[in-house]
């Protein structure tokens, strides 16, 4: 597993919570101002223009936060899936060009969601270059085991620790360090 499961969960609770904690003073600010704005009408005053300017600022800002952690929340959801595209592959090498073209984006989008993920250490065991990620997992010479399919009989060649789909009839397949 390339997740950093701990890690993934603690970022979620945080990003919602700073949701949170900006969508309930947004409501609040918002509501306030039309208060103000029924309450002393089309009063032209200096004060109430500043106090507009600030409580846009302010409302700006939560806004931008909220924007800021959804962004984050919707990337922490794809870390399972590029998780599963790794262990899926045999070789250990990754290009962020197959990666696009997996999952339906562009490499560009590939390679900044993988940078995001491992410099946050969202996803372990990882090395991320500039054209592929490799996997770092396994330390001695002996990189790879077989397996047998359960459903086909096949042997399929997967790293130690990972897992991988029976190139035969598609049956996942995981190898279970002891």
Same mark, same amino acid.
């Given at each position: 597993?390339y +997740?950093?499961?701990?890690r ?10 700073f ?5 309930v @003073?947004? &409501?609040? #600010?918002?509501?306030?101002? &039309? ?20 409580l846009?600022?302010?409302? !700006?800002?939560?806004?931008? &936060?909220?924007v800021?952690? !959804? ?9 399972? #899936? ?19 073209l ?6 560009? =989008? !590939?390679? =900044?969601e ?17 054209t592929?990620?490799? &996997?770092d997992?396994? @330390? ?5 085991? =077989?397996? +047998?399919?359960?459903?086909c ?5 997967v790293? =130690? ?11 996942y ?6």
């Amino acid at each position: 597993m390339y +997740t950093n499961n701990a890690r993934v969960t603690a970022a979620r609770s945080v990003n919602v919570m700073f949701i949170w904690g900006a969508a309930v @003073p947004l &409501v609040i #600010l918002f509501f306030f101002e &039309v208060f103000i704005l029924t309450y002393f009408g089309e009063s032209d005053t200096i004060l109430l223009l500043f106090l507009f300017a600030f409580l846009g600022l302010i409302l !700006a800002g939560l806004a931008g &936060v909220i924007v800021l952690c !959804a962004r984050n929340l919707r990337r922490l959801s794809r870390v399972r #899936l590029y998780n599963s595209l790794i262990e899926e592959d045999h070789d250990g090498i990754l290009t962020y060009e197959s990666i696009g073209l997996m999952l339906g984006i562009s490499e560009a =989008k !590939a390679l =900044k969601e993988v940078m995001w993920m491992v410099r946050r250490h969202f996803l372990i065991n990882l090395t991320a270059g500039r054209t592929a990620i490799r &996997v770092d997992l396994i @330390p001695d010479k002996s990189e790879f085991v =077989k397996l +047998t399919c359960s459903t086909c009989g096949a042997t399929v060649s997967v790293r =130690k620790g990972g897992g991988g789909r029976c190139d035969s009839c598609g049956t996942y397949m995981r190898d279970e360090v002891r």
